[in-house]
C-alpha cells in the first residue's frame, strides 16, 4: 500500500511565546484531496464534540460552523492588519 502526505503539521513551542503551527502542503497535492482530507478532519472533530458534550450532531455542526466562521475571520482580519 501506498501512503502519500497530504498536510504535514509542526507546533515550535518556546518559553514566553504563544506555540506557533507550521502547516506544510507538498506542491504535488491536488485541491479535492486537501479539501477531502480538511473535511474529513471537521467530520471527525464534529463527531467527537457532539459525543463529548452529550448533543446531536446537528447541534455540533451548527456550533462548528459557527466557529470557523469566526476564526477564519479573525485570522483574515489579522493577516490584514
Same mark, same amino acid.
Request: hydrophobic share 40%.
Given at each position: 500500500?501506498?501512503?502519500?502526505? $497530504?498536510? #504535514?503539521?509542526?507546533? @515550535?513551542?518556546? +518559553?514566553? $511565546? /504563544?506555540?506557533?503551527?507550521?502547516?506544510?502542503?507538498?506542491?504535488?497535492?491536488? #485541491?479535492?484531496? @486537501?479539501? %477531502? !482530507?480538511i *473535511?474529513? @478532519?471537521?467530520? %471527525?472533530?464534529? +463527531?467527537?464534540?457532539?459525543?463529548?458534550?452529550? *448533543?446531536? %450532531?446537528?447541534e455540533? @455542526? /451548527?456550533?462548528?460552523?459557527?466557529?470557523? *466562521?469566526?476564526? $477564519?475571520? !479573525?485570522?483574515? /482580519?489579522?493577516?490584514?492588519?
Amino acid at each position: 500500500m501506498k501512503t502519500k502526505n $497530504i498536510v #504535514t503539521a509542526n507546533e @515550535l513551542i518556546k +518559553s514566553g $511565546i /504563544d506555540p506557533q503551527i507550521n502547516i506544510n502542503v507538498p506542491r504535488d497535492v491536488e #485541491t479535492n484531496e @486537501l479539501e %477531502f !482530507v480538511i *473535511i474529513r @478532519l471537521l467530520y %471527525f472533530m464534529t +463527531s467527537n464534540y457532539a459525543e463529548v458534550n452529550k *448533543i446531536s %450532531f446537528e447541534e455540533a @455542526l /451548527d456550533q462548528y460552523g459557527k466557529a470557523v *466562521i469566526t476564526q $477564519i475571520g !479573525v485570522m483574515h /482580519d489579522v493577516s490584514e492588519g
